[in-house]
């Protein structure tokens, strides 16, 4: 079986469980117990709705799930079949930021392109944060710079409560060529990029500043 779940699904399957496992601990009746059960799971197939008969007895699986050993034990049972973000060399990436003066960006190797749905990352000497990401097939590069404060705040990507930065990058979508929007996100990337369930702000915030 080939890999078909996404990272952010991953992490999406991860938090429902997590959610689960928490509502199991404190319910003991069996119908109400089977409802939790069944509520998590289904979340999770409307999540992949289509799945080969194969995968779909993988996921399954979720439904027997009650101890926290079990989850752990599904969870690493499901690692295998997690996508790896799309491969991207190092020319790609300057191709992507051509404009940009020495470009400073973290050895693609010590990247776990597993846990990526977007890639990006800080370049702290000049406050700048940069994102890479395959928008509708094509990759885009953004450069966006941050303020050096840090604050606990929700972030427009991953939408948890998180240690945030404002992040400013020009607009694509407005004639006044200076015009910038900011937004409140992660400062810490691979944290975000372990916390995201979903791509949709995500490709609505890069698509705006395209
Ligand atoms: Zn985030």
């Not at 509502?23 to 289904?42: F, G």
């Not at 690493?76 to 491969?87: A, L, T």
């Not at 929007?181 to 890069?206: M, R, W």
Request: with cysteine; aromatic share 10%; net charge neutral.
């Amino acid at each position: 079986m080939e890999p078909f779940i996404q990272p952010f699904q991953y992490n999406f399957i991860r938090s429902q469980i997590d959610s689960m496992i928490q509502q199991l601990s404190a319910v003991h009746d069996p119908d109400v117990r089977d409802a939790v059960i069944y509520s998590a799971s289904k979340k999770i197939f409307d999540l992949l709705p289509v799945l080969t008969a194969e995968q779909e007895a993988l996921l399954m699986v979720v439904r027997t799930v009650q101890t926290e050993a079990d989850f752990a034990r599904y969870l690493e049972d499901i690692q295998p079949f997690v996508q790896s973000f799309p491969s991207i060399t190092e020319q790609q990436l300057q191709q992507l930021f051509r404009k940009t003066k020495k470009l400073r960006h973290p050895p693609l190797h010590s990247i776990d392109f597993l846990k990526t749905t977007y890639l990006s990352w800080n370049d702290t000497g000049n406050k700048k944060k940069f994102f890479v990401y395959p928008l509708k097939g094509e990759w885009i590069g953004i450069e966006g710079t941050y303020l050096p404060t840090i604050q606990k705040g929700i972030c427009t990507i991953c939408n948890q409560y998180s240690d945030v930065t404002l992040v400013s990058a020009r607009t694509n979508q407005s004639a006044d060529q200076y015009r910038a929007i900011g937004n409140y996100i992660c400062i810490d990337s691979d944290h975000c990029n372990e916390q995201v369930t979903d791509p949709i702000a995500l490709e609505k915030l890069l698509s705006k500043m395209k």
